[in-house]
Nanobody, 116 residues
Framework: QVQLVESGGGLVQPGGSLRVSCAVS????????MGWYRQAPGKQRELVAS???????NYARSVKGRFTISRDLAKNTVNLQMNSLKSEDTAVYYC??????????WGQGTQVTVSS
């Protein structure tokens, strides 16, 4: 069983920075892909960024160049550094783990609000 616990959300002004983290517990496999998704009110959940065990990353076009996903295998954490935040980045951010079999795992979500 895998558990994902997010932390680090909050309120930030446009142009500011914020870092959200995900603590991962349970059995992790080398093929697991970790990711961050977000869901704004009235919108579908969307992929923000993902990272593999070997460090290959993938970003949504809307955040490329502003957000950085990283993975600390020793600490079992996945982080999302968000810079140059915009109001449209406001959403609940969810940590995700997916593997080649079974259902994906989700965290409970952390609210990120970008507002002046």
């Amino acid at each position: 069983q895998v558990q994902l616990v997010e932390s680090g959300g909050g309120l930030v002004q446009p142009g500011g920075s914020l870092r959200v983290s995900c603590a991962v517990s349970g059995v992790i496999f080398s093929s697991d892909v970790m990711g961050w998704y977000r869901q704004a009110p009235g919108k579908q959940r969307e992929l923000v960024a993902s990272i593999t065990v070997i460090g290959s990353t993938n970003y949504a076009r809307s955040v490329k160049g502003r957000f950085t996903i990283s993975r600390d295998l020793a600490k079992n954490t996945v982080n999302l550094q968000m810079n140059s935040l915009k109001s449209e980045d406001t959403a609940v951010y969810y940590c995700n783990l997916r593997r080649d079999w079974g259902n994906p795992y989700w965290g409970q979500g952390t609210q990120v609000t970008v507002s002046s």
